[in-house]
Structure formats: structure tokens, C-alpha cells
């Protein structure tokens, strides 16, 4: 029996990944409001995860990371699979204006992911073993104008994953790097209320856990959501500036 953890217990695309990887394991959610999980716990349990505990996690507090990660390993053992979900989407318009609101696009979806994931990479580094499972989007790999700050974020987090993965090879420890395209859930279904149709070859929930569980069982380091996206953006990388900045969401 192994521990998956899923920081950011909520998460659509968090739990889900667990789901695939439940059997036979035990899961804990870290999330704000921990005992407000059942839904996601009974999922779990559903799936055949040995057992389901929640623990406090508040991805802003990183002054918390530290003693949380110890929190984790005493209460329930070393962590066999990180899976680090949380983030938020933000205002788009807003974030081009509000300083502060663009500071927290930021600090949740880059500076937070970095603390949290640096501890974990740390300890399975003292034990040579462990899988770290990280959740960048293609709206990284080039960033468009309609969401800058939030894709400048995954930028910069695909990039710290990226050389991350290059450093722990050859440790015993593994990185998964999900870029899945636009995700139709609860993350962006405010966006698509306020009249946002979703881009071309957007994807589940589901999906996007189908796709990173495959690809943690054949050890990858990295997989596009759905695959085809990844020539796509090969190409989307070659058009000129003038032309990338008209493109519609």
C-alpha cells in the first residue's frame, strides 16, 4: 500500500487523477476546509483507496509547507505520488489593472507551486523514490494576450518543472508534467457563463486525469491533453507576433 497525496483537495482535476490511481492505496486531500471533503472522499473510497484522510492546506501560507510535509510523513507515512493540483484562474481584465489581484494570480499559481513542490521533491530525495505529478497548460507554452497573467504563470511553472525533472534524473525520484489544453469544469465555468467559448480541442476533468494516469504507469515525464495539441503548438510557436496576438482565446 502506497500514499497519494493531493494537494489541493478539491480540485476537479486533482481528485480525479486520484481516482485512477486509488486501488490498493491510501489518499489524503489537503485543502482548505478539510472537513468539508466527503464527496471527494466517498469518490475515493468508491474506487478503491484503502483509506481517505484530509488534512488543513493553505497553498498561500507557505511559511506552513514546511510542517505540513513533516505533518504528512508522521501521520501517515512517506509520500509515494504528490499530485499538485490547486490554482486559480483570477480575473483576466482585472489582473491587466489590479496590482494585487495580479500579485495573487501569482503568488498562488507560481510562487506557491514552487515551495510546495520543492519540499516534496527534497524528501522523496532523502529516500530515492517518489513521483511528483505537476499540472502546467498549454496557455504556458506561449502565452496569449486574453490571459496573460495567468499564462505567464504557467510559463514560468512549466519552465521550473521542466529543469526540476532534469535535476531529480537519475535519483529515483520521477516528475509528471500535465499540459492539458483548455479544461471544461469547475474552474472555468464562470468563464463560459460570461459568454467564453471553450478553444478547439478542449478537454474533461476526466480526461485530463485518463490521460495523466497512462502516463504515470508508462513513466513519462511529460504528456499534452489531448495529444494533438502538442504539434499544434509546435507550430503555434513559429507564427509572427502580429498574427499570435489577434488569435481569439
Known sequence: MGTIVVFGGRSEIGVATAVRLAPGNRVVLAARRPDDLESQRAALIAAGATAVDTIAFDADLVQTH???????????????????????????????????????????????????????????????????????????????????????????????????????????????????????????????????????????????ADAVARAYRKGKGEVWIPGRLRPVFFGMRMLPRAVWRRLPR
Open 66 to 208: 514546511p510542517g505540513l510535509v513533516d505533518q504528512i510523513d508522521e501521520r501517515y507515512g512517506p509520500i509515494d505520488v504528490a499530485v499538485v493540483a490547486f490554482g486559480i484562474l483570477g480575473d483576466a481584465a482585472r489582473a491587466e489593472t489590479d496590482v494585487s489581484h495580479a500579485l495573487e494570480i501569482a503568488h498562488t499559481d507560481y510562487y506557491a507551486q514552487i515551495s510546495v513542490i520543492t519540499l516534496l521533491a527534497n524528501r522523496m530525495r532523502e529516500r530515492d523514490s517518489g513521483t511528483l505529478i505537476v499540472f502546467s497548460s498549454v496557455a504556458g507554452v506561449r502565452v496569449r494576450r486574453a490571459n496573460y497573467v495567468y499564462g505567464s504563470t504557467k510559463a514560468g511553472l512549466d519552465g521550473f518543472a521542466s529543469g526540476l525533472a532534469d535535476a531529480l534524473h537519475g535519483t529515483g525520484v520521477h516528475l509528471l508534467l500535465a499540459r492539458p489544453g483548455f479544461v471544461i469544469g469547475n474552474m472555468t465555468k464562470d468563464l463560459m457563463a460570461s459568454g467564453v467559448t471553450p478553444a478547439p480541442m478542449s478537454v474533461t476533468a476526466d480526461q485530463v
